[in-house]
């Protein structure tokens, strides 16, 4: 399962990283790190890291694919 983020529309509030900390990480302050592969068993917390998302950044799954284009 892959995971994209839109780097232009975060806003570092990092939900994300205190929900699925496997995947996202911050680099400083404000900068997101994130690994575009879900590791196995890591899927519901990236879903809810999505969701959780103020700005709605995160694309999971086939959402993921069509954002990467």
Do not use: T
């Not at 690994?35 to 700005?55: F, I, N």
Request: proline share 6%; charged share 20%; net charge negative.
């Amino acid at each position: 399962m892959n995971v994209v983020v839109d780097l232009n529309r975060c806003q570092g509030y990092a939900q994300c990283a205190f929900l699925a900390p496997e995947v996202f990480m911050l680099h400083g302050e404000e900068s997101l790190l994130y690994h575009p592969v879900v590791p196995d068993g890591q899927l519901e917390r990236v879903r809810r890291a999505a969701a959780a998302c103020p700005v709605q950044a995160i694309l999971v799954g086939e959402e993921a694919g069509a954002g990467a284009r």
